[in-house]
């Protein structure tokens, strides 16, 4: 069990640009969470998946940030047209389960948008 | 909507004093709660759940009861040790009408313990 792992771990990006960061859960943990997190606050739900489903999405933050998760392995976060306003510390975590199961955090990719 | 409320930190103690950490939420429906921790460089952990009221959840030493009449859900420690220096948050997560768990976070709490 190597844990959750999410690449890349910085990302620095101008203005305009897309993004796109990956997780890599929990081998056969059939759950995987998007969260975004700023300074001096909790994590901020955004999406989440049981195995290739996206069951709930209405918590992105807008048209411009996107999830898939292709093959219920490993999921992408892509934002397009980057603000700076997306500066933040984005988290993955996944679990195994169906119902309110605990969730394994990754360590996040902190963006930058300059 | 539903909402977590954290006590501000941080929170400065001496090592071997209690703790107190203050969570209150609002929700529709029926939450389950969680205390998770994020120890400095590191990931958010679970450290202990209560899924149903009166239910105490209970972890290296660290304790919080379901409180459903009160809405709160506070984080006790008897004795903190150095070590314990994190950032804590109290969160819960209940399940929305299309049938999703939606989970919500507090702000954190900052516990910082001087030997």
């Known amino acids: 069990d190597t844990g959750v792992s999410q690449n890349p771990r910085h990302k620095i990006t101008k203005r305009g640009q897309n993004v796109t960061f990956r997780c890599d859960p929990i081998?056969?943990?059939?759950?995987l969470y998007w969260y975004r997190q700023t300074l001096g606050q909790g994590p901020e739900f955004l999406t989440y998946?049981?195995?290739?489903?996206?069951?709930?999405k209405s918590r992105l933050l807008s048209d411009r940030f996107s999830a898939e998760r292709p093959k219920g392995s490993f999921s992408t976060l892509e934002i397009q047209r980057t603000e700076q306003g997306d500066s933040a510390m984005y988290l993955c975590?996944?679990?195994f389960g169906t119902g309110l199961d605990t969730q394994y955090f990754g360590p996040g990719t902190r963006l930058t948008v300059l | 909507g539903n909402s977590v409320t954290q006590m501000e930190g941080p929170v400065t103690l001496s090592e071997e004093a209690f703790l107190t950490i203050n969570c209150t939420y609002t929700?529709?429906?029926?939450?389950?709660l969680f205390w998770y921790v994020q120890y400095p460089g590191e990931g958010l952990q679970l450290l202990l759940k209560?899924?149903?009221?009166?239910d105490k959840g209970s972890n290296k030493g660290f304790e919080a009861t379901y409180r459903k009449e009160t809405t709160s859900f506070h984080l006790e420690k008897g004795s903190v040790q150095v070590s314990d220096s994190a950032v804590y948050f109290c969160?819960?997560?209940?399940?929305?009408?299309?049938?999703?768990?939606?989970?919500?976070f507090g702000r954190g709490t900052s516990l910082i313990v001087h030997p």
């Open positions: 209560a899924t149903k009221a009166d």
């Open positions: 969160a819960l997560s209940v399940r929305a009408s299309g049938g999703s768990y939606i989970p919500t």
């Open positions: 975590a996944s679990s």
């Open positions: 998946f049981q195995n290739e489903a996206q069951l709930e």
């Open positions: 081998s056969e943990h059939n759950r």
């Open positions: 929700a529709t429906g029926y939450p389950s």
